[in-house]
């Protein structure tokens, strides 16, 4: 862990989010955090990936609609777009990352969203494996402000886990996720990084026990789907 700590903003001082990585997850969270009455600021590399975004952002807006999260069915275009990570990460007070699960790539995008951000912001990757030690190696102006901020899926359930670079880090970005930010309703401090975080990490155990059992003759795959429904 790294041993120095930030100034971080009150959860309160926290009103600009900057999305960096647009795709299933990356929309999800736009979505929700504008649900919750965020500015939020998003970077695509082109009119294409806008339009791409844009149809992902529509789609993940209508299941927060579902979930009684907002109101307005055409709230999802309160998010604007950019086509830098510079331009979308200087004033935020906030920065998600969701890149692809591309080691080099995360690693890249996180120096560069390092190199523009302004000190004393958090930068959350939502990697689903990725250790945080991993994720930030090659950030070199403020590596303690990187951290996970891992969800299942933003538009559709009401989780995220969050490790960040000190107990404190975490403690605060549980905060920010929790009921008075961004109104997760389940969220786990994360003591130690690993592979896959909790989430995952379990779900790997249980898939792999489960083909072990299913390729050892003890059940069919149709049995072991009904004994997991029951977990």
Not at 1 to 9: K, L
Not at 32 to 54: C, H, I, M, N, P
Not at 119 to 125: K, L, Q, R, W
Not at 135 to 153: K, N, S
Request: glycine share 8%.
């Amino acid at each position: 862990m790294i041993d120095i700590e930030m100034v971080a903003p009150s959860i309160d001082e926290v009103r600009r989010i900057a999305i960096v990585g647009t795709g299933v997850i990356g929309s999800g969270w736009a979505a929700v955090f504008a649900a919750r009455g965020y500015e939020v600021t998003a970077y695509v590399r082109s009119r294409d990936s806008e339009l791409k975004f844009q149809r992902f952002l529509a789609s993940a807006w209508r299941k927060i609609v579902v979930r009684g999260l907002a109101k307005d069915p055409e709230g999802w275009r309160k998010v604007g777009c950019v086509r830098t990570i510079a331009e979308c990460v200087a004033s935020a007070d906030y920065v998600q990352e969701s890149v692809v699960e591309e080691l080099p790539l995360k690693q890249a995008i996180l120096a560069e969203i390092d190199e523009h951000a302004p000190a004393g912001v958090f930068v959350g990757s939502s990697t689903s494996y990725i250790p945080l030690s991993l994720c930030r190696a090659r950030v070199r102006r403020h590596p303690e402000r990187i951290a996970i901020a891992h969800p299942t899926l933003p538009q559709w359930d009401s989780f995220v886990e969050v490790l960040g670079a000190t107990p404190a880090h975490t403690a605060w970005l549980a905060e920010l996720f929790g009921p008075a930010g961004v109104g997760m309703e389940d969220v786990i401090r994360m003591r130690k990084e690993c592979h896959g975080h909790v989430h995952n990490a379990v779900l790997n155990a249980t898939v792999t026990a489960a083909t072990g059992l299913v390729r050892a003759g003890m059940c069919s795959p149709e049995e072991m789907d009904r004994a997991l429904t029951h977990m």
